[in-house]
């Protein structure tokens, strides 16, 4: 989990813990502004005004990308896949052949997310009155529109298929209980924003902060349409994900998430300017 990371990172010497109070807004983006530009290490401000410390440049080099991915060369993922995928694509011809792919699909099946019963981490905490304000959210630049949620896990469904989409849009905080969603026209989540609007129903949305870093990682992942993020996630840590469902809305997010944030998009409602 993120706790976890935090500590390894601070045993390879790639943190800095800083005590001292500093703003959310503009002061801990500029410096890490520079400290990113410099080939810096990840920064944990621990006094932000707020309840929660904030964790930032964590993903800011090479060598840090391979701790979250738990390789020693981050090509070592690509030929990983490619192994697997080739065993995959190319036509096995006789049964002895075919039963050499058994261990694969073992494999994958073992790396599969899982649904658990009961409440998970992410849960031990409820706020029936959510309000945003209590979390250090970033304003990063002096003519943003405003403070913006960094690296949001967001989590929609298919209201055909059932079909999860993981992907990350931007969220800018408009009031404590309301955030803009910004998403492309060709996303996933995007296409399933226009199935609700067919159906005249409001969409759910749940939006996981924290939680193992490569969760993070698999939502910005270029993946194909049939490729769960949850399974590529588990594949990279080579243990599946467990999930739980949400205690509003109908989803399922990683149990061991830091905060989740669980809402609605309403497609009758206008557009919001944002940016």
Known sequence: NLREFIYLLESKDELIRIKEYVNPALEIPEIADRISKSDGKALLFENTGTSFPLLINAFGSEKRMCLVLGVNDLDDVAVEIEKIGSG???????????????PALK???SWMPKTVSGKGACQEVI????????LPVLQCWPCDGGKFITLPIVHTTD???GTRNVGMYRMQVFEKDITGMHWHLHKNSARHFREYKKLGRKMPVAVCLGGDPVYTYAATAPLPDNIDEYLFAGFLRKKRVELVKCITQDLTVPADCDFVIEGYVDPTENLIWEG
């Open 88 to 102: 995959f694509l190319n036509p096995k011809k006789g049964l002895i052949n075919k039963i050499k792919m058994l």
């Open 107 to 109: 494999k994958l099946s």
């Open 127 to 134: 706020m029936p009155q959510p309000d945003l304000g209590l």
């Open 159 to 161: 209201p055909n298929t």
